[in-house]
């Protein structure tokens, strides 16, 4: 289970946060491959930026601590 994070009272969850990260994180990867000029080597931009999402969406699930205790 993933922890939700508290703002003020507000509990957002935490996939959201997480998705936030990678929204982040996407965008400074697409940033340098426009800035190094490796965007050219592919066809289809949109699919390309929808998975280097994924990709580090599900980095950032795999590398989460697990919340599970023993009881």
Known sequence: MIVDLNIGGVFIPGLLVLAIIALVATVVVIGL???SGLCRVFTYRPIVELATFII?????LQHIPSTRGSF
């Open 33 to 35: 491959l426009y800035f």
């Open 56 to 60: 580090i969406y599900a980095l950032l």
